[in-house]
């Protein structure tokens, strides 16, 4: 095992750990910052306004429930006749890991400004705050906790399942199982699932540090102590 990644071959050329690294990063990176644009605000208006959450409770088991690589192939092949490029490949794993963030986003910054005490609202409103006002000032810093830890969580689950992408014959970490695979060569297959662990361990310590500094200490201390 360890002489399969020390080997310099494995690293660097088309099939490489390094480029395809690269790719897993920039699917998951283009994924989760889709999503957030798309959940946030939704949360930020259900949270705010207490208005659709019903709604959004609903939506959101149901997108958890659609299977990831069902719907992968099945985008594949509606939407092969539409590019003749790779964009017939990128958009479909684009599009099913964006559904598949939307959840833990939505809930996370809905979940967060619901959680703000009212009585911080009634002194936010008391000193003249206009209801925009209060969200991007009261209720977001208060809701951080847990709105980080609704993108955390999405993020995971895009580094995880990214490795799908590979199925349909796009790069990624999951070039290494498919291919370790197709090739009864097990030291591969284990280099690609050891890797994606290492790259989801590392993007949970760097959403930890990021909490450490955006949080406020106040807010950190408060949401321990409960």
Known sequence: MSEWFFDPSHW???????????????????????AIAIAFPVGCYTGHTGK???????MTNALRSLPSFGLII???????????SDMAFVLPCIIVLVVLALPPVALGVHA??????????????????????VLMQVELPCAAPLILSGIRSAALQ?????????????????????????????????????LVALLALMIDLLFSLVGK????PGIS??????
């Open 74 to 84: 099945l985008l594949v092949i509606l939407l092969a006749g539409y590019f003749e």
């Open 158 to 194: 895009i580094v995880s399942t990214a490795t799908i992408a590979a199925y349909v014959s796009l790069g990624g970490l999951g070039r290494l199982i498919i291919d370790g695979r197709a090739a009864n060569d097990f030291a591969q297959m284990t280099a690609g699932a050891i």
């Open 221 to 226: 201390r408060r949401t321990h102590n409960q």
């Open 213 to 216: 500094v955006v949080v406020s």
């Open 12 to 34: 660097y050329g088309d099939d490489g750990i390094a480029p395809l690294l690269l790719q897993h990063v920039g699917y998951s990176a283009a994924a989760l910052a889709f």
């Open 112 to 133: 967060g400004i619901r959680s703000v005490d009212p009585g911080v609202h009634d002194a936010a409103k008391g000193i003249g705050l206009t209801p925009f006002q």
């Open 52 to 58: 659709g959450e019903a709604l959004l409770m609903g």
